[in-house]
């Protein structure tokens, strides 16, 4: 434009409510319930994928794992079909580069620049990690999915991570899953987004459970751990 170079990102667009409005608009009895839980299967699947998938990095170097880093509930898209879509992956890696607050050598010619971690994500779903230090890993990912969970089963709810643990129609399997996920202490969550996936899944068998879970997550049993 004029001369100057513009940066932009092309998506596909997606059609659909992000997470927390469209569990608004779901309802809570037991079937938007199994259904609520569906998606958090699918949405925790399709992490394992990101986490263990393998690309070719700029130099030619194989890397494994893509981190997302700033998940929560906007975005998190859920189309017509009941489908959901993972949105903005790493884009938190684009912020903390436009954010001289972060790099101030990236910016020389701003003035007055206090080192924050205001760019690492977004507050109330970051891992206390990666709030203060702005580390971003597999754990603080199992994190923000669980803080994220919290708000998908409990949409009304002020402080979903705190109300889960008290509400009544929740599964105690779930209700133990998201307190492990949003530890304080890394290392007290899952040690994977397998385990996640696999914990969601775990009660797929039963009769009430199997109802509604049409997805199977038998290849995570067979596949590499």
Not at 67 to 93: C, E, Q, R, W, Y
Not at 125 to 137: C, D, K, L, N, W
Request: charged share 20%; glycine share 8%.
């Amino acid at each position: 434009m004029g001369g100057i170079p513009v940066f932009y990102l092309v998506m596909d667009y997606i059609p659909g409510k992000t997470l927390e409005r469209w569990s608004c608009d779901l309802g809570g009895d037991h079937e938007a319930l199994m259904i609520r839980l569906q998606v958090a299967q699918q949405i925790a699947t399709a992490m394992v994928v990101a986490h263990e998938t393998t690309f070719m990095d700029q130099v030619g170097f194989e890397v494994q794992g893509v981190l997302h880093g700033d998940l929560k509930t906007a975005n998190g898209i859920v189309n017509p079909s009941t489908n959901p879509f993972i949105m903005d992956f790493l884009l938190v890696d684009v912020q903390r580069l436009l954010d001289p607050r972060v790099f101030p050598e990236f910016r020389p010619y701003e003035r007055k620049i206090v080192r924050t971690t205001a760019a690492f994500g977004t507050p109330g779903f970051m891992a206390p990690e990666q709030s203060e230090h702005g580390i971003v890993t597999v754990s603080t990912d199992i994190y923000g999915l669980g803080i994220t969970l919290c708000h998908l089963l409990l949409p009304n709810e002020n402080s979903p991570e705190v109300s889960v643990k008290r509400d009544a129609k929740l599964p105690r399997f779930i209700k133990e899953l998201l307190s492990d996920m949003t530890a304080s202490e890394p290392g007290k969550r899952p040690e994977s987004m397998r385990e996640v996936a696999r914990r969601i899944g775990f009660q797929r068998q039963s009769k009430w459970y199997q109802k509604w879970m049409p997805v199977s997550l038998s290849w995570l049993n067979h596949s590499k751990k």
